[in-house]
């Protein structure tokens, strides 16, 4: 059988490539970067990506490099009250069997990364930029940004956010602009000045702002990310989301958590987006994975979750048509379109919940106190995860 070509090597496209080596194809990952690697901040791994991890069987060797939060805190940044958390004990792991930890990205990218090198079906390739690609009824030729080309019997736009693939195959431009800015900062545990809440998963939520903050490596630094939604980009003004707006949009809450803004660098900052579902993601030989078939905002801190889930899918459907990729690739979406919709609509609203003013957040915190730390019956749809073979 010809090999399948996977444009990216994110953790989506690496996942898919263990994903389809693992069901016996050979597979050859086309990166853009002249290396295979990740940014220097942590990720949320839930119990739905911790049953696809270890069905990939990469999950053990995650574990030393993960943090297990005993807790998911919900609070508000204004008063620093918890209102609410989900508990993530024995009960927890009775109801959805696995564990929810954090983990450093290129901790998890990089197992990835080692998994794939074990594995003779695949072949990894960086400096080789998808520039564009055609297909007829038997195979997909990619041509890379430096000239190379290759064949192969499909190929995978696991390419992210920018995704030229899904430009080629959907053709719906530039991704939208949520208009919030992220800023982060990863700093060793002794820099910390408040300990009190070191073993949870904590975010406070404040309007048109919220913090996160977890453990790394061990507990041996802890990761902050401040977002705000940008007044000045809703305003169309200029400088949105640039370092003065943080500090502006911050400056009502609570100073127990505002000092955290000392742990975020001010150098960079991530703007968001995401991307209306999409009914179809697939042109014959050719789809989308991850990123590039459904970004979605970070609040359900689901992309990367979504996109490992997308390949341990995608690999079954390619097992179970064996030459016609096509069909698997209809039956993958299938499966896969209502549930990343759902992220990515839900992202949108947790985003609203997070940056709650006035009679929203009065709302939002009545709500919250209500619920059942031990019952996290709003998240089964998602921590449940997905059945595999
Ligand atoms: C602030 C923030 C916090 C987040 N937190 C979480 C979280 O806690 N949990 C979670 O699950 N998700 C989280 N996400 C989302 C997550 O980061 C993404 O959904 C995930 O990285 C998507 O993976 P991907 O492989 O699809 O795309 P990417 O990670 O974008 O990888 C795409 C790869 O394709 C390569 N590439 C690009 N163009 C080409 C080309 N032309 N040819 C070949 N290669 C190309 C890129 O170099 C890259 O390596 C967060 C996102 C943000 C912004």
Redesign the pocket.
């Known amino acids: 059988m010809q090999e399948i070509l996977i444009?990216?090597?994110?953790?989506?496209?690496?996942?898919a490539a263990l994903a389809l080596a693992r069901k016996g194809r050979r597979v050859r990952v086309?990166?853009?970067?002249a290396e295979?690697?990740?940014i220097g901040?942590?990720?949320?791994?839930?119990p739905n990506?911790a049953k696809m991890l270890d069905h990939l069987g990469v999950l053990e060797a995650l574990e030393p490099a993960s943090v297990f939060p005993e807790a998911l805190v919900f609070a508000d940044a204004l008063t620093n009250e918890e209102l609410t958390r989900i508990s993530l004990g024995k009960a927890f792991l009775a109801r959805y069997r696995y564990r929810y930890f954090?983990i450093h990205?290129r901790d998890l990218h990089g197992g990835l990364l080692d998994a794939c090198r074990r594995r003779s079906e695949i072949v990894l390739e960086s400096s080789?930029?998808?520039?564009s690609f055609s297909q007829n009824g038997d195979a997909v030729t990619v041509v890379?940004?430096n000239g190379a080309e290759y064949a192969g019997a499909a190929l995978i736009g696991?390419?992210?956010?920018?995704?030229?693939?899904r430009q080629a195959v959907i053709g719906d431009g530039a991704p939208r602009a949520a208009g919030h800015y992220?800023y982060?900062g990863v700093v060793p545990i002794e820099q910390i000045v408040d300990r009190s809440r070191m073993n949870m998963m904590i975010i406070w939520g404040g309007p048109d702002l919220h913090l996160v903050q977890y453990r790394l490596r061990g507990g041996a630094v802890m990761n902050n990310?401040a977002?705000i939604a940008s007044r000045r980009f809703r305003r169309n003004e200029k400088n949105a989301g640039a370092p003065d707006e943080l500090e502006e949009v911050f400056a009502p809450v609570h100073p127990g958590v505002r000092d955290s803004l000392r742990y975020v660098s001010r150098e960079r900052n991530?703007v968001?987006h995401d991307r209306e579902p999409a009914a179809n993601w697939t042109e014959g030989r050719v789809t989308l994975?991850?990123?590039?078939?459904h970004?979605?905002?970070?609040y359900?801190?689901?992309?990367?979750?979504?996109?490992?889930e997308?390949a341990v899918v995608l690999a079954e459907k390619v097992a179970a048509a064996g030459e016609d990729c096509h069909r698997a690739f209809l039956a993958y979406q299938r499966e896969r379109m209502n549930r990343s919709a759902r992220v990515v609509l839900s992202s949108r609203f947790f985003g609203e919940w997070f940056h709650a003013d006035a009679g929203a957040r009065a709302l939002r915190n009545e709500l919250a106190r209500a619920r059942d730390p031990d019952n996290p019956w709003e998240a089964d749809w998602l921590y449940k995860g997905i059945d595999i073979a």
């Open positions: 444009a990216g090597g994110g953790i989506g496209g690496l996942a086309l990166e853009k970067a295979f690697g990740e901040y942590g990720i949320q791994m839930g990506v954090v990205r080789r930029g998808l520039k890379c940004e696991a390419d992210g956010l920018w995704s030229p693939t992220v982060r990310v977002t991530w968001l994975l991850g990123d590039a078939a970004p979605t905002l970070q359900l801190a689901q992309g990367a979750q979504m996109a490992i997308d």
